[in-house]
């Protein structure tokens, strides 16, 4: 069924703790904008993959659960990120399944938007 919605929490920098839901196919982006979620500056160019403020930090072990691995596209994003991890990824570019219900993600206390560099 793929209605069935899919819950996700965004840990913010402050130690706020947002769940949100979102539908199989909804990037993480979406699920915020869907929500209307505060989150400043946050997805500035939209999830066309050139401001990189969509920046989220996962556990390795959910890093390494997404179905996806990073595009050079969204890995040279990256490199102009706010504080940068290892597990980092971009939020425009994290597609949810099912499997993915559950996710808890860190959201970096401030955004760098690449476009303005
Ligand atoms: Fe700009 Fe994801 S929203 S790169």
């Given at each position: 069924?793929?209605d069935k919605l899919i819950?996700?929490?965004?840990?913010?920098?402050?130690?706020?703790?947002?769940?949100?839901?979102?539908?199989?196919?909804?990037?993480?982006?979406?699920?915020?904008?869907?929500?209307?979620?505060?989150?400043?500056?946050?997805?500035?160019?939209?999830?066309?993959?050139?401001?990189?403020?969509?920046?989220?930090?996962?556990?390795?072990?959910?890093?390494?659960?997404?179905?996806?691995?990073?595009?050079?596209?969204?890995?040279?994003?990256?490199?102009?990120?706010?504080?940068?991890?290892?597990?980092?990824?971009?939020?425009?570019?994290?597609?949810?399944?099912?499997k993915l219900d559950g996710?808890?993600?860190?959201?970096?206390?401030?955004?760098?938007?690449?476009?303005?560099?």
């Amino acid at each position: 069924n793929n209605d069935k919605l899919i819950k996700v929490t965004f840990n913010k920098a402050n130690g706020d703790k947002i769940t949100a839901e979102g539908k199989k196919g909804d990037s993480l982006l979406d699920v915020i904008i869907n929500n209307n979620l505060d989150f400043d500056g946050y997805g500035a160019c939209e999830g066309t993959l050139t401001c990189s403020t969509c920046h989220v930090i996962l556990d390795s072990k959910d890093y390494d659960a997404l179905p996806d691995k990073p595009s050079d596209e969204e890995l040279d994003m990256l490199d102009l990120a706010y504080n940068l991890t290892d597990t980092s990824r971009l939020g425009c570019q994290i597609i949810l399944e099912e499997k993915l219900d559950g996710l808890e993600v860190q959201v970096p206390a401030t955004v760098n938007d690449a476009r303005y560099n």
